[in-house]
């Protein structure tokens, strides 16, 4: 499989794994029981834009030139951070969701 369908279908396992424990649940409000979040480090980032095609929530997004995250609707998976191969997102503890 290549590298890039693998990823695909990473991404689309995980999001149904996500939908499926939110519903088990019984919680749309995904961002509530998000533990980690993603941090990105604006000083590693080159803002190649590869993150945004893997994310499962679409939260990351180009704000100009630059990439950011929003975490409204990020669910905390990490797939972004699997996927910057400049390892510039790292998945830190995430106690109030609303930060
Ligand atoms: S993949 Fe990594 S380097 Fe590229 S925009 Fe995302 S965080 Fe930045
Ligand atoms: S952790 Fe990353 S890939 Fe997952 S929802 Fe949040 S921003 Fe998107």
């Not at 990490?78 to 995430?94: D, F, L, Q, W, Y």
Request: with cysteine.
């Amino acid at each position: 499989m290549a590298a890039d369908t693998q990823k695909e279908v990473q991404a689309m396992l995980y999001q149904e794994l996500i939908l499926a424990l939110r519903d088990r649940a019984g919680d749309s409000d995904s961002e509530r029981w998000r533990v980690v979040r993603p941090v990105m480090d604006k000083g590693r980032c080159t803002d190649c834009g590869a993150c945004i095609e893997f994310c499962p929530m679409a939260t990351i997004f180009a704000d100009g030139a630059v990439i950011r995250i929003r975490y409204e609707g990020c669910i905390g998976c990490g797939i972004c951070a699997v996927n910057c191969r400049i390892h510039a997102i790292t998945m830190e503890p995430s106690p109030d969701w609303h930060n």
